[in-house]
């Protein structure tokens, strides 16, 4: 070979000796690795033949780049998970085992972001910034790291925060038929978070684009998108990517709790993730169970709400609140998936749609609905009040049926009929208006004092509107005593010109 094409490359003895200390280390040995083979695909699902040594939750890679997910091993075959697939994916690629388990970048860099299950953005902007990644699947935090739920999470919403409050580390169900309102109470609750120093998840499986698009632009709107991180698995993307969608959103939300931060997560709805997961299940050929869902159906929930808690001081103190949303069909919460999740969570808030037809928005059943953590994650002075308010609304609903036979009732009762649809009224609340604990206060203080039993109509909602703004600019505050509060409100009516009859 001529002198002018062999390299210019020094002697091994005139190198630099930290060059060649590999190969003073260097043993020549036998090394094997498993290489599979791609034997079928379809419906974003892969069969892989050869791989034996291959886990549970293990990434696959095969010839072209593309990379699968291992869900169920067979005695032949294993069954993975598309994650990503590439236009040079056909069956016969040979496939690799890759030791990795699937993880997402957590941190604030996902802080306003739109994001698909594996952290990949969809808003068209660049890759969130992260330090930090987390897996999917993790154990629940011990029970010797937990807290006691003790603290409030406000979620504006006034049946809500005086009747079924919700306490920051709970897991409360949103229960209801479709079109009844339930992700409109969600958004509500995430845009109730503003200047509260909490963080939010809002995890949308299997929606369509429209209700994503619209679902990003009022949180916008609102202001709260730069404390909300959204994950999105649409309608049209694989069973795969659905069913991963909640743990993404969950490891999201543990890193910042970890941090010591409070998080509120949404996940809209369980019900697809099931129906998802179903699909998974059929897909890779496992044994149906009721309903023909597998029957992990109810392990698969309970370890990702599991995850949701308050952590002790110990650890941070951080919280992590979920507000699950699951849909019913007719009103029939003794279904199959409604069932299992109302047993898994602390509580449910349930939307009646025979209420919604009839214009009672927020359409919140009280009669159905309940908070296991009750008045323990309550602020104080609301509960006081709300304990009175409480024992009306429910007298009147027991009493109100007696009205449908048109007999005639005593006076007494009469009164209490006319007074609990008067409260009616009062919890009447328009979407994206979610109140300040002051304001809460200052509506409890008028009805229980009877301050606006006289109005009806309009001149209610006006004088409640008013005395709503007089509260959120500036009242006597939560820590002032009940006298003065009644004398604040009592005042101000006087003022203008609301005050009652003598």
């Given at each position: 070979m001529p002198t002018e094409f062999l390299p210019d490359v020094p002697p091994i003895e005139s190198a630099d000796p930290k060059s060649v200390r590999w190969l003073d280390d260097y043993r020549p040995q036998l090394r094997i690795s498993e290489v599979g083979k791609l034997a079928a695909i379809g419906d974003g699902i892969a069969w892989v033949e050869g791989l034996p040594s291959a886990a549970m939750d293990e990434i696959l890679r095969f010839g072209d780049g593309s990379e699968a997910l291992v869900f169920h091993l067979g005695s032949k075959r294993i069954g993975a998970i598309l994650l990503s697939q590439k236009e040079g994916l056909f069956a016969g690629l040979s496939a690799h085992l890759t030791g990795r388990r699937l993880d997402i970048g957590v941190g604030d860099g996902f802080l306003g972001r739109v994001v698909d299950p594996l952290g990949r953005p969809l808003d068209g902007a660049p890759a969130p910034m992260s330090i930090r990644r987390r897996r999917l699947e993790a154990a629940s935090p011990p029970i010797t790291a937990r807290d006691f739920v003790e603290r409030p999470l406000l979620s504006g919403n006034k049946m809500v925060d005086t009747m079924i409050p919700i306490g920051k580390g709970q897991r409360q169900l949103i229960i209801g038929d479709a079109g009844t309102g339930?992700?409109?109470l969600a958004v509500d609750t995430i845009i109730a978070q503003k200047n509260r120093n909490v963080l939010c998840v809002y995890v949308l499986i299997s929606q369509k684009r429209s209700a994503v698009v619209a679902t990003i632009e009022t949180l916008r709107q609102a202001g709260?998108?730069?404390?909300?991180?959204?994950?999105?698995?649409?309608?049209?993307?694989?069973?795969?990517?659905k069913f991963l969608a909640p743990f993404a959103g969950c490891a999201l939300?543990?890193?910042?709790?970890?941090?010591?931060?409070?998080?509120?997560?949404?996940?809209?709805?369980?019900?697809?993730?099931?129906?998802?997961y179903r699909e998974l299940s059929l897909l890779l050929r496992r044994p149906p169970g009721r309903e023909a869902y597998p029957g992990d159906i109810f392990y698969l929930h309970s370890r990702l709400l599991e995850r949701s808690t308050c952590l002790s001081a110990r650890y941070g103190g951080g919280s992590m609140t979920a507000l699950p949303i699951v849909e019913t069909e007719q009103g029939e919460i003794s279904a199959y998936i409604p069932t299992n999740l109302i047993s898994i969570t602390d509580g449910q808030i349930y939307l009646d749609p025979a209420l919604y037809a009839r214009g009672f928005l927020p359409a919140i059943d009280i009669t159905r609905s309940v908070s296991r953590?009750?008045?323990?994650?309550?602020?104080?002075?609301?509960?006081?009040?709300?304990?009175?308010?409480?024992?009306d609304f429910l007298q009147f609903l027991e009493l109100e049926v007696f009205t449908r036979f048109g007999s005639r009732l005593e006076a007494s009762v009469e009164a209490k009929i006319k007074r609990g649809r008067l409260?009616?009224?009062?919890l009447k609340q328009d979407r994206l208006a979610p109140l300040s604990p002051e304001q809460q206060m200052a509506w409890l203080v008028a009805y229980n004092e009877g301050f606006l039993d006289h109005?009806?109509?309009?001149?209610?909602?006006?004088?409640?509107?008013?005395?709503?703004?007089?509260?959120?600019?500036?009242?006597?505050g939560l820590a002032a005593p009940r006298e003065d509060w009644r004398d604040a409100v009592s005042g101000l009516l006087r003022e203008k010109g609301h005050e009652p009859p003598a």
């Open positions: 339930k992700s409109s709260v998108l730069d404390i909300t991180c959204i994950v999105v698995a649409e309608a049209t993307t694989t069973p795969g990517l939300a543990e890193e910042w709790m970890g941090a010591g931060r409070d998080v509120l997560v949404v996940y809209d709805d369980l019900t697809t993730h099931a129906r998802a953590i009750g008045g323990k994650a309550q602020v104080p002075a609301i509960k006081a009040e709300a304990g009175r308010m409480k024992l409260l009616r009224e009062f109005l009806v109509g309009t001149a209610l909602q006006s004088s409640l509107a008013e005395l709503l703004r007089w509260a959120l600019a500036g009242g006597p």
